[in-house]
């Protein structure tokens, strides 16, 4: 998927400043402004506001001031206005961060149900369960239990590798298991849970 960040613009509020002198038409008038907030988004969804700026613009003549051209009152008077809308962003433009913080908390909620699962699993295996094992060179990989006795587990070892955790349930297929077979004693498949080299098991039920 193609993922686009960028930042972008919307129109926050208007509003005007009395007894305002032009520096172009010298007319007495009222300075007008409008209020525009920016906000980052990915793939157009609104992440977080970022910041606000303000474009003022002569009520009489229609020409935009940049702020080198305004009174000292005048300037102080447009940063309280942007100080004071600071903080008042609209709930959408927050629309991404909620996604993004409920995908989270509800990844960290399957990870510690799937670890509290997998301990169960782990002190009653089963034939068929399903081992999920972090490799010494990094990759990862299945072991798929044959057969359990009072002492030891029998496996047999998926014939393919993963390159990120979540990936092996691409690999957990019956015909990737072949003919590499190997034999752990209950006490060592603890003792690798314990280590993280089997990070989970999973149960097909």
Request: glycine content about 4%; overall charge negative.
């Amino acid at each position: 998927m193609l993922f686009i960040l960028g930042t972008k613009s919307y129109e926050s509020k208007q509003g005007k400043i009395d007894n305002f002198i032009c520096p172009f038409c010298y007319a007495n008038t009222d300075l007008n402004y409008d209020l525009y907030g920016r906000y980052t988004y990915v793939t157009l969804i609104p992440l977080f506001p970022v910041d606000k700026e303000i474009l003022t613009y002569c009520d009489h003549c229609d020409k935009v001031i940049e702020p080198k051209h305004l009174e000292p009152t005048v300037k102080i008077e447009i940063e309280k206005i942007k100080k004071e809308n600071t903080f008042k962003a609209p709930f959408w433009t927050y629309t991404g961060s909620i996604i993004l913080a409920g995908a989270l908390i509800w990844g960290i909620n399957i990870y510690f149900n799937s670890k509290d699962n997998s301990k169960i699993y782990l002190e009653n295996p089963i034939e068929g369960d399903v081992y999920n094992v972090k490799m010494s060179n990094g990759y990862y990989t299945t072991y798929r239990i044959d057969k359990v006795t009072k002492d030891s587990v029998f496996v047999t070892i998926n014939d393919y590798n993963a390159y990120l955790p979540y990936e092996t349930d691409d690999i957990d297929t019956p015909e990737n298991y072949t003919n590499t077979r190997a034999k752990y004693s209950k006490q060592e498949v603890i003792r690798l849970f314990d280590k993280d080299e089997i990070y989970s098991i999973t149960r097909k039920e």
